[in-house]
């Protein structure tokens, strides 16, 4: 029998978007099925970081089977636990087949009172439910020893600057901190600093790929629309273009750093090197820009099951056209942000 040839290292950048992270199970699902890639570290935020820990998790208990297991698992007790929370679709949202939540009166409620209070005017801060989801559903101490390394970014409330965790490093405060929007929670504090969302800083964060790992192939999975069609009218429409721009700022530069080192990196600079051999992809799709921001707070089960589906299409979509392109070349063009700089 001929010998199987090796499997491709890859990397993997998750970003954060709320419930809109099924997406990246969906993806993350239909990757795992491809025997012929190994992948060798992974760089989340937010919901990015969550999957992120929950799939490598996984994957050090039963590889990749338990990856897809550990995965379907965490994001069924994400939709049981919001079976219970207020912020529930109206009977008009359902009956008319939406997934937002704009029309439900506690998601109203909520939207105007996080404009005027903050987490700190109520007594304890909203607690997140997250919190023992997460420690049901991975083992940190068998996390630390992971052999798939784990980039997690959290951003530092009092220097701005993104801190990235890694596997020894990771427990449930780490994952909050992520994912800790600073208008619904209190910020987590880790070794004596508060840290916000890491989108904010980082979404995610691509230097530890490009610094401490071998492959040259990174598939981005994105959830943040870079470009919308159109100028938004609403108020709400207008805060969430802003949150996008801002979530996506951080990334769009680190590509264009890659863009330029391409074009100036010397031969004997062996890490500028690296950093110009590396391949990006990017698996999206055009359904996350037609969904609402509210709805990334939408955690019903047929929700998440159908952003899973449309994820598991993606990533399909995705193989089939450029599935031999990993290992060859970039399928992302990523020098086309350098025009007009």
């Given at each position: 029998?001929?010998?199987?040839?090796?499997s491709?290292?890859?990397?993997?950048?998750l970003?954060?978007?709320?419930?809109h992270?099924?997406f990246t199970?969906?993806?993350?699902?239909?990757?795992l099925?491809?025997?012929?890639f190994t992948i060798?570290?992974i760089s989340?935020t937010?919901?990015?970081a969550?999957?992120?820990?929950?799939?490598?998790?996984?994957?050090a208990r039963?590889?990749?089977?338990?990856?897809?297991e550990e995965?379907?698992?965490f994001?069924?007790?994400?939709?049981?636990?919001a079976?219970f929370?207020?912020?529930?679709?109206s009977p008009l949202?359902?009956?008319?087949?939406r997934w937002?939540l704009d029309?439900?009166?506690a998601y109203?409620?909520?939207?105007?009172m996080?404009?005027?209070?903050?987490?700190?005017?109520l007594?304890?801060?909203m607690?997140?439910?997250l919190?023992?989801i997460?420690?049901?559903?991975?083992d940190?101490?068998?996390?630390?020893?992971?052999?798939?390394?784990?980039?997690?970014?959290?951003?530092?409330?009092?220097?701005?600057?993104?801190?990235v965790?890694?596997?020894?490093?990771?427990?449930?405060?780490?994952?909050l901190?992520?994912?800790?929007?600073?208008?619904m929670f209190?910020?987590v504090?880790?070794d004596?600093?508060a840290y916000w969302?890491g989108?904010?800083?980082?979404?995610?964060t691509?230097?530890?790929?490009?610094?401490e790992?071998?492959?040259?192939?990174t598939?981005?999975v994105?959830?943040?629309?870079?470009?919308r069609?159109g100028?938004?009218?609403?108020a709400?429409?207008?805060?969430n273009?802003?949150n996008?721009?801002?979530?996506?700022a951080?990334?769009?530069k680190?590509?264009?750093m890659m863009a330029?080192?391409?074009?100036?990196a010397?031969?004997?600079d062996?890490?500028?090197?690296?950093w110009s051999?590396?391949?990006?992809h990017?698996?999206?799709?055009?359904?996350?820009?037609?969904?609402?921001a509210?709805s990334?707070?939408?955690?019903?089960?047929a929700?998440?099951s159908?952003l899973r589906?449309?994820?598991r299409?993606?990533?399909?979509?995705?193989?089939?056209a450029?599935?031999g392109?990993?290992?060859?070349?970039?399928?992302?063009?990523?020098d086309?942000?350098?025009e007009?700089?």
């Amino acid at each position: 029998m001929p010998a199987e040839p090796p499997s491709q290292l890859i990397d993997l950048a998750l970003q954060g978007g709320g419930s809109h992270g099924a997406f990246t199970w969906g993806v993350l699902d239909r990757l795992l099925e491809e025997h012929r890639f190994t992948i060798e570290a992974i760089s989340g935020t937010s919901a990015g970081a969550m999957n992120a820990a929950v799939m490598a998790d996984g994957h050090a208990r039963a590889g990749n089977e338990g990856a897809r297991e550990e995965l379907e698992a965490f994001w069924r007790r994400v939709s049981r636990a919001a079976a219970f929370s207020p912020l529930q679709r109206s009977p008009l949202d359902r009956l008319l087949g939406r997934w937002s939540l704009d029309h439900s009166p506690a998601y109203v409620a909520f939207d105007m009172m996080a404009r005027v209070f903050s987490p700190y005017d109520l007594a304890v801060g909203m607690p997140n439910p997250l919190a023992k989801i997460l420690s049901e559903s991975i083992d940190f101490a068998r996390l630390a020893a992971a052999p798939t390394k784990l980039f997690i970014t959290a951003t530092n409330v009092r220097t701005g600057r993104p801190r990235v965790f890694r596997n020894a490093e990771l427990s449930p405060d780490v994952l909050l901190a992520s994912a800790c929007l600073p208008s619904m929670f209190q910020a987590v504090e880790i070794d004596g600093e508060a840290y916000w969302d890491g989108g904010y800083s980082g979404n995610p964060t691509m230097t530890p790929l490009m610094q401490e790992c071998v492959s040259n192939d990174t598939i981005l999975v994105a959830i943040n629309p870079v470009k919308r069609p159109g100028v938004p009218r609403t108020a709400r429409d207008i805060l969430n273009r802003l949150n996008e721009v801002s979530f996506n700022a951080v990334l769009l530069k680190e590509l264009r750093m890659m863009a330029l080192l391409r074009r100036v990196a010397a031969a004997d600079d062996a890490e500028v090197a690296h950093w110009s051999r590396m391949r990006v992809h990017m698996i999206h799709s055009d359904m996350l820009v037609e969904l609402g921001a509210s709805s990334k707070l939408n955690a019903e089960w047929a929700f998440l099951s159908l952003l899973r589906d449309e994820g598991r299409r993606a990533a399909d979509a995705f193989l089939a056209a450029h599935g031999g392109d990993i290992g060859r070349r970039s399928t992302l063009d990523i020098d086309r942000l350098l025009e007009g700089v």
